[in-house]
């Protein structure tokens, strides 16, 4: 795609609003006119109003309508504009422009535009040539570093690249990308190794940023935090903000006598991080990188054992739902604490990455006990996990019968025995989970099943992605690159950047978020061009 693929990429102003890397401001198109809201942690867009009913007029007091909006400008009939001169400044240029907007406590603002303007921001003069031009050439630069995919993918790749781009914001001292500037102004930690998957592209250095910003946060027990935001950190309950209490309070159950805990309890997200660092490594090797993130991997990676496993039997578990990523799933419905099988899946496959990682530090022998530990942990996870049909998941220590795409996890280690391997490609490929669009988080003929409701139904890019890996690395490659179309088709035709998909009709789940970094970042390692080169084996 060349640089001025920029230019194709066109904003709606609702799902795709007009805002800049680095910037808090979004403008939108409301009813009234357009608005500029802030971007803040856990905060609605509505309680973060800069100004609305933002109208333009010509000479005679006639609507200039919004006629294109593009990630460098919108543009207005008239030849008027609204620009970003640097992250926090606004501008209004064009001439014989009337403008007037309300502040937040209804103060109305009018102004006569001849030239160019600051609409918000700090004070000063601006050239509108200059700005356009400098937001030319950052589009310009941005567009051209984009990995290379095929052309039916083009036009949904762009907006991915955009959406990565635009939701980028200085975060602890360095750049880091949150999820969407709709309601997830934060840096989350899986999400994180997500993005650097898709950035390890075009800049590894920014990617690595994304991991660091946790390992810069590691705690001294060695867990990685759950959120990194411009507060803090998010690492255990009593930083949960008290409508995530509520809610949760509302949604886990309490079968088995099991009850939430009033003391805190740990909250981070699942572990991936060595199969991220490693993956940038693959990109773009960095000794030095390596060898400063080992250590804190190994931490990390203990920390599971050491303190999430409450039973003692070797497989640890998520002591709170935000641990796990997956907030609404059923598996919740069962008790506060859960054990499904992604999750000693995810262990094993760092087991294995950390191996690769201390092999590459001229460390054999750590590599080899590495490699000892991964096999071991596939065959306890068979032994006490397997029950000839499918892996169980466990909450409160008790079985639970709701099915879900998670009992496909083990595929990802790789290691599992050939008969097992076959029985859950078997299931995947089976209705339950094997649609137009798979994959359902629940399985479609599970009572469970809700194709709106988050994690109960819905397509998730980082799972059918996990699950594609899983796949090719456990012996299935033609399944794998039919998951892979058939995601890719989902996602161009679906219409947005979603956090998931109703999975019967490939459209946005009613409270799903647009501008999904995630599923930007996924989208785009796997409409790679070039992406057969590095499948996993």
Not at 204 to 209: G, M, N
Not at 273 to 281: C, E, L, Q
Not at 466 to 483: K, N, Q, V, Y
Request: charged share 25%; glycine share 8%.
């Amino acid at each position: 795609m060349s640089p001025s693929a920029a230019h194709r990429v066109e904003l709606d102003l609702a799902e795709r609003p007009f805002t800049e890397r680095g910037s808090r401001l979004l403008v939108t198109a409301e009813p009234d006119g357009l608005r500029v809201a802030r971007a803040e942690y856990e905060t609605r867009l509505a309680d973060t109003v800069e100004l609305a009913g933002l109208v333009l007029r010509d000479a005679d007091g006639h609507p200039l309508p919004v006629r294109s909006a593009t990630p460098e400008a919108v543009e207005f009939a008239g030849g008027a504009a609204l620009l970003f001169a640097d992250p926090a400044t606004l501008v209004l240029a064009g001439h014989d422009v009337h403008a007037s907007w309300r502040l937040p406590d209804g103060t109305g603002r009018a102004l006569a535009l001849d030239g160019c303007h600051v609409l918000h921001g700090p004070p000063g003069e601006w050239s509108a040539a200059a700005v356009r031009a400098a937001a030319e050439a950052r589009w310009a630069e941005w567009f051209a570093r984009m990995p290379a995919v095929r052309p039916d993918l083009a036009a949904a790749a762009g907006t991915a690249w955009w959406t990565l781009a635009v939701n980028l914001l200085p975060i602890a001292g360095r750049e880091g990308l949150v999820p969407s500037k709709y309601g997830y102004v934060g840096v989350w930690n899986w999400d994180a190794l997500f993005h650097a998957v898709a950035l390890r592209h075009a800049d590894p250095a920014l990617a690595r940023d994304q991991i660091l910003l946790f390992l810069d946060h590691q705690l001294p027990d060695g867990r990685l935090p759950d959120v990194v935001h411009e507060h803090g950190v998010l690492a255990d309950t009593t930083d949960l903000p008290r409508a995530d209490h509520a809610r949760l309070a509302e949604h886990v159950g309490t079968a088995n006598g099991a009850r939430p805990t009033p003391e805190p309890v740990p909250v981070t997200k699942p572990p991936l991080a060595a199969w991220a660092v490693w993956k940038v490594h693959e990109t773009d090797p960095d000794l030095p990188f390596l060898a400063a993130a080992y250590p804190r991997l190994v931490r990390a990676h203990r920390w599971w054992f050491a303190d999430s496993d409450p039973d003692g039997d070797g497989l640890p578990e998520y002591l709170h739902p935000y641990s796990s990523g997956l907030d609404d799933s059923p598996i919740w419905d069962h008790g506060p604490r859960a054990e499904p099988p992604d999750l000693n899946s995810y262990l094993v496959l760092e087991a294995d990455r950390l191996a690769d990682i201390a092999d590459a530090l001229g460390r054999p022998a750590e590599a080899a006990d590495w490699r000892s530990r991964a096999a071991a942990h596939t065959e306890l996870l068979v032994a006490r996990r397997w029950d000839g049909t499918r892996f169980t998941t466990l909450a409160a220590g008790t079985p639970v019968p709701v099915r879900t795409a998670l009992d496909l996890m083990p595929l990802f280690t790789g290691r599992l025995p050939t008969g097992i391997a076959t029985a859950l490609e078997r299931t995947l490929r089976s209705p339950a989970y094997w649609g137009e669009r798979p994959v359902p988080t629940v399985a479609f003929d599970d009572p469970a099943f809700d194709p709106e409701a988050m994690w109960r139904g819905p397509v998730w890019l980082n799972i059918n992605y996990l699950l594609i890996e899983g796949l090719h690395r456990s012996g299935f490659p033609d399944t794998a690159e039919e998951l892979s179309e058939r995601t890719l088709a989902m996602v161009r035709d679906g219409g947005g950047l979603y956090e998931y998909w109703n999975p019967l009709t490939g459209t946005r789940a009613p409270r799903a978020t647009s501008g999904f970094g995630w599923s930007a970042a996924l989208f785009l390692d796997l409409a790679r061009a070039d992406r057969q080169s590095d499948c996993p084996h």
